[in-house]
């Protein structure tokens, strides 16, 4: 990639007040913004702080056939060891966040656990789920992310959009068209600018104490002393990933640096020095030895991204 292009013709001269960082002076490492703290450069990333700069960042990059890819928390992302060749948007800095009776309107960057906290601020529930899920709002829209039986399909009112064409849109919950971990901002490639919440109101306490259960078991069933991308596969049609991983013999199983959990089978970490590659390799294992032993496919839910 020419990143003298991006440098010296694009992204200072269009994009005022956007952070930046350039390829051939300080090319980023993918692991510093993202969970499973591994991942090669990229070649540019770029740290938007409005929705403004996002949309035009994006038409930048269409206009001029650049490859580009979002980020949020970096939650559910795994950067491959040779790094990203084109733009990064590191949207974490995109965070304004409204409250309009017991409607709250997020932006992109925002984390799950602030409109959690803007919820119990204001004695409104529905929103508890999502307490423990360390992603933001555009992620969390973009792949449906649920916990303890609640999704984001069940609490949004709908979603501002950019379309395939640079568009602004409004899309309903019904337009969202949620699945399973997927939405129509998934299928079509959409970026999430920013989505509006439909609570109701509750008590304080109550609101509270279910937080606090749902934090506690979180807490002492999920590794989350390691770095890791949550649960790494999706839920198969009539089991639990995580209990087709152990009844494989799995658990603890590593390679290089990665393992799988012994808390929680269902999850990948990185001990404390793995590699993409060892990710992976454990990843395809763990799909192989399923598949030999009980005949069940096992799809990632971690999104893989950058070259080897």
């Known amino acids: 990639m020419n990143t003298a292009f991006f440098h010296d013709c694009i992204f200072i001269n269009d994009l005022n007040g956007t952070k930046y960082t350039t390829g051939g002076l300080d090319r980023k490492k993918l692991s510093e913004y993202v969970n499973f703290k591994v991942g090669g450069p990229a070649d540019i990333l770029l740290i938007p702080n409005s929705k403004e700069q996002v949309i035009k960042s994006i038409k930048i990059c269409k206009e001029n056939n650049i490859p580009f890819y979002l980020i949020g928390n970096g939650s559910n992302i795994l ?16 965070k304004n966040i409204y409250v309009d009776g017991e409607k709250i309107e997020a932006e992109c960057g925002v984390m799950l656990k602030e409109v959690s906290d803007k919820a119990i601020e204001n004695s409104l529930t529905g929103f508890e789920f999502a307490c423990g899920i360390p992603g933001t709002i555009g992620g969390a829209v973009f792949m449906n992310a649920g916990a303890y039986d609640g999704e984001i399909s069940k609490v949004i009112e709908s979603a501002e959009v950019i379309d395939e064409n640079c568009n602004i849109i409004r899309l309903s919950r019904e337009e969202l068209d949620f699945g399973y971990r997927s939405s129509l901002v998934m299928k079509k490639g959409y970026t999430v600018l920013s989505a509006v919440f439909k609570l109701e109101k509750g008590q304080v306490k109550t609101i509270k104490e279910l937080i606090e259960d749902l934090t506690n078991k979180r807490e002492s069933k999920q590794p989350l002393e390691y770095p890791s991308a949550g649960s790494t596969f999706k839920r198969p049609t009539g089991y639990f990933a995580g209990k087709l991983i152990q009844d494989a013999g799995l658990k603890g199983y590593s390679i290089g ?6 808390k929680h089978s269902g999850f990948v970490i990185n001990k404390g020095n793995a590699t993409a590659k060892d990710i992976t390799d454990l990843i395809k294992h763990i799909q192989d030895e399923v598949k030999k032993q009980f005949g069940v496919d096992l799809h990632p839910e971690v999104r893989i991204i950058g070259e080897e």
Do not use: H, I, Q, T
């Open 79 to 94: 950067v491959r060891d040779g790094g990203f060749r084109g733009v990064v948007l590191s949207l974490k800095n995109v």
């Open 257 to 262: 640096g990665a393992a799988v959990s012994e």
